[in-house]
């Protein structure tokens, strides 16, 4: 037996004192079991760890940078770890082996050694050309050679970090089975003592880290809530919020508020673009600290809008925005040159927090959102007459779609309520989303489905889509814009453990063909994609600017616009 064998093998009952000797002298402990298997089984450990690692670096929706890739190899890495790890402890508990499984000589090591660092090697080259190949469809720069080492170190310390945290949580475990061992039989012990110490971390995650953390965050973003942004200055129009005879205050519309009522096209670039004498836009905004809650922040934005004179507006459009009170300008915009600024647009803010952050634990305040400001502004809609009744579209992306189309029960719902719906980069979460892609009809793909012969919605990733199927398509039309590369809405918890049909079916356009769903590590990977969706140009990711204008002309079919004059609004357009 060789010196690395024999340092790991005898491992007396009573090394560690206070720990009983249950069933007979001599006869080691489950705590001594569980502490001898977590360094035995190592090697089980790093073979599965290498495995995923490997996997970490395949391709997936979106170029991956130096910080992120090393993250999701180094997670990757954590968890094959521990999947290896425990795999082998299952193995000899579940056979009841009193012995402990025997341990892989040095040869063994020296042998896994070079596998890794050949297979690397492979590996590496694979993931430079992977990521060329999705860069150059996306037109990204490629990697330099620096992004290699950093990748390589950042995976090292989150491969690191997290491995102290899984030996710490095992120590727990085999110490509390210890002092169990004293009163149950060693399964007992096990079994009890793994479920208190999961119970206890759950616990310290969600009463604690978690408390905490969102106290930290909504201080944080609160403060930059209040700030303004240089380009926003309060209007001198009664026509936006925060103007004269407003109901709400300039300094109550926060950040992303006060950017909207300040922005868009003035009257005389309306006119110039369609040759016609416009109106001023109206464009009223209720932010989070304009009213106590969100029923009546909904109620305070209705009551504005009626107070700006947008019930008397061919147009009426009802934005949902992200959690911050983000609204694409490049909607918004649309809308008012569509319209020769003849639409008043109502949204409001119900977060402090951004898009990501509240895609994650502001949802159900998302919802509420949504239903409260739709169902204020149909109030007073619904009681003019409908000769006289201004049309209603409602819009949102991102969190927003979530929330837009959360004031309905159906698509035909929508259909009947309003003259039009566009939802862009909608999310998992988005139920009348899920309900139409799941029933969508036979031979359409789940990244691209047809819905009821897309007689009310159709789906879109870019503008040719819209004629597709080739049947009628009625007077209340509802668009999902959404990007085959986009990972907001691609990404669930499912990916961890099943495959999506996307990823089962022909690739969209611009996601490679090499891409492969891998258990855990494509739900890592996507996780990741999420974090830098926008960081992409323009019709991949959740980057959405130039088909917008497009969809809106099916939308709202405005007399006298032609192809010619989206192109020529295109580039005067801008995402933020």
């Not at 025997?102 to 590996?123: D, E, K, N, Q, Y």
């Not at 965050?217 to 303004?228: G, M, Q, R």
């Not at 319209?339 to 919802?367: C, H, I």
């Not at 862009?424 to 691209?448: E, H, K, M």
Request: aromatic share 10%.
């Amino acid at each position: 037996m060789n010196a690395e064998t024999s340092s790991e093998v005898e491992i007396p009952a009573a090394s560690e004192p206070g720990i009983a000797d249950v069933g007979g002298a001599g006869r080691p402990t489950w705590s001594d079991r569980f502490t001898r298997h977590r360094h035995r089984y190592a090697y089980s450990g790093m073979v599965i760890a290498l495995l995923l690692l490997w996997f970490s670096v395949t391709p997936s929706l979106l170029p991956r940078g130096p910080l992120f890739q090393g993250i999701v190899s180094g997670a990757s890495a954590a968890m094959g770890y521990g999947i290896g790890v425990f795999g082998a402890w299952l193995a000899g508990y579940m056979m009841s082996r009193t012995d402990p499984w025997p341990s892989p000589g040095r040869r063994w090591w020296t042998c896994l050694g070079g596998v890794a660092v050949i297979g690397t090697a492979a590996m590496l080259y694979w993931f430079s050309r992977w990521q060329n190949e999705i860069r150059d469809l996306m037109g990204v720069e490629h990697l330099s050679w620096t992004a290699y080492p950093v990748t390589a170190a950042v995976a090292l310390v989150v491969f690191g970090v997290l491995m102290s945290l899984g030996q710490a949580w095992g120590r727990s475990v085999s110490w509390l089975v210890g002092k169990l061992n004293r009163i149950a039989p060693p399964r007992i012990s096990a079994t009890i003592a793994a479920t208190l110490v999961m119970a206890l971390t759950v616990f310290i995650l969600n009463g604690v880290v978690a408390r905490y953390s969102m106290q930290w965050l909504n201080s944080s973003f609160a403060a930059a809530n209040d700030e303004t942004v240089a380009d926003s200055a309060p209007p001198t129009s009664s026509l936006r919020s925060g103007g004269p005879d407003s109901l709400v205050t300039w300094d109550s519309l926060g950040r992303e508020g006060r950017l909207f009522v300040s922005s868009g096209p003035s009257t005389e670039q309306l006119t110039a673009f369609n040759g016609r004498q416009a109106l001023a836009p109206i464009r009223v905004f209720a932010g989070l600290k304009s009213a106590p809650t969100i029923r009546r922040t909904a109620e305070l934005a209705a009551r504005e809008l009626e107070r700006a004179g947008g019930l008397r507006r061919s147009t009426i459009a009802i934005g949902s925005t992200t959690g911050s009170g983000w609204l694409n300008k490049a909607t918004v915009d649309s809308l008012e040159y569509m319209t020769d600024g003849d639409v008043a647009t109502v949204s409001m803010q119900y977060s402090y927090l951004p898009s990501w952050l509240s895609f994650l634990v502001d949802r159900e305040r998302a919802r509420q959102a949504g239903r409260a400001l739709f169902e204020a502004v149909w109030e007073r809609v619904s009681a003019i007459g409908e000769a006289e009744r201004p049309r209603i579209v409602v819009f949102g992306e991102s969190l927003g779609s979530f929330a837009g189309e959360s004031a309905f029960g159906t698509i035909p719902s929508i259909a009947a309520r309003t003259d039009g719906a566009f939802f862009v980069g909608p999310t998992f979460s988005n139920g009348l989303w899920q309900d139409a892609t799941r029933d969508r009809d036979p031979g359409s793909p789940q990244r691209l489905p047809v819905y009821e012969n897309g007689r009310q919605a159709r789906f879109v990733a870019d503008t040719a889509d819209l004629g597709r199927p080739r049947t009628a398509w009625g007077d209340s039309r509802i668009v999902y814009l959404q990007h085959a590369s986009d990972p907001i809405t691609w990404w669930s918890p499912d990916l961890a453990l099943t495959k999506p049909d996307w990823l089962r079916e022909e690739r969209g356009a611009d996601v490679v063909g090499s891409t492969r769903w891998i258990p855990l590590v494509t739900f890592l990977q996507v996780s990741a994609d999420m974090a830098v969706s926008v960081g992409v140009p323009d019709g991949h990711g959740h980057n959405y600017r130039a088909a917008i204008p497009y969809i809106w002309a099916e939308i709202l079919r405005p007399p006298g616009w032609d192809d010619a004059k989206t192109q020529a609004l295109v580039p005067l357009l801008s995402r933020d």
